[in-house]
């Protein structure tokens, strides 16, 4: 029984270049969350995904993030021209979404640090 | 703007000891739930409490749950070195979790 993964699990990069995330959901789970957290503070929610179909985005999520989940499995963060800012882990998490079962299922994140 | 306060912010305290963290909001959750956090890892889920009034035990972690459903408690009884770490409170459901700044907890040998 595999948990949530993500990859890369620490991230350096300079400011101005794009870097991408990966996260495996739990494999039955057809809802996939991406959350923000920074020092101190609790995650935020970024945007989630029903299956393939992204549903919501909050207003944190700027221009210069994308998020996909092409087949309904996997699914992706981008986020171009990185600034200082963007500094953060960046927590992805997974749901059954079926009746009681919202309960979401974090993976380990992947620490992001802009220079 | 659902926002979930989650007090005190820190707390450190002697193996053995118990202490209560608190969670609250003045909005109304359909369930509220607690993760504990490990530095430079995930959260990772504890309990969802879903009735008011509910009451849920994990070993010598009990949560419940506001009778109005609007704020929550976790008491641990006889701490031990191994409790350590940031207890979350979450609210919200399908659309996403809305979270609490936490509780950092120490518990010292």
């Known amino acids: 029984d595999t948990g949530v993964s993500q990859n890369p699990r620490h991230k350096i990069t300079k400011r101005g270049q794009n870097v991408t995330f990966r996260c495996d959901p739990i494999?039955?789970?057809?809802?996939l969350y991406w959350y923000r957290q920074t020092l101190g503070q609790g995650p935020e929610f970024l945007t989630y995904?029903?299956?393939?179909?992204?549903?919501?985005k909050s207003r944190l999520l700027s221009d210069r993030f994308s998020a996909e989940r092409p087949k309904g499995s996997f699914s992706t963060l981008e986020i171009q021209r990185t600034e200082q800012g963007d500094s953060a882990m960046y927590l992805c998490?997974?749901?059954?979404?079926?009746?009681?079962?919202?309960?979401?299922?974090f993976g380990p994140g992947t620490r992001l640090t802009v220079t | 703007t659902q926002l979930l306060e989650q007090s005190p912010q820190f707390l450190s305290i002697q193996e053995g000891e118990n202490l209560t963290v608190y969670c609250n909001s003045s909005s109304v959750f359909s369930s509220l739930q607690w993760y504990r956090q490990e530095p430079g890892e995930g959260p990772v889920l504890l309990v969802t409490v879903v009735t008011g009034g509910e009451v849920k035990k994990l070993k010598r972690l009990t949560f419940q749950f506001g009778d109005a459903r609007k704020d929550s408690s976790l008491h641990i009884t006889a701490a031990q070195p191994g409790d350590t770490g940031l207890y979350l409170c979450a609210g919200g459901g399908a659309d996403g979790l809305t979270f609490g700044k936490g509780t950092h907890l120490i518990i010292q040998p």
């Open positions: 494999s039955e789970h057809n809802r």
């Open positions: 995904f029903q299956n393939e179909a992204q549903l919501e």
């Open positions: 998490a997974s749901s059954l979404g079926v009746g009681l079962s919202y309960e979401q299922y």
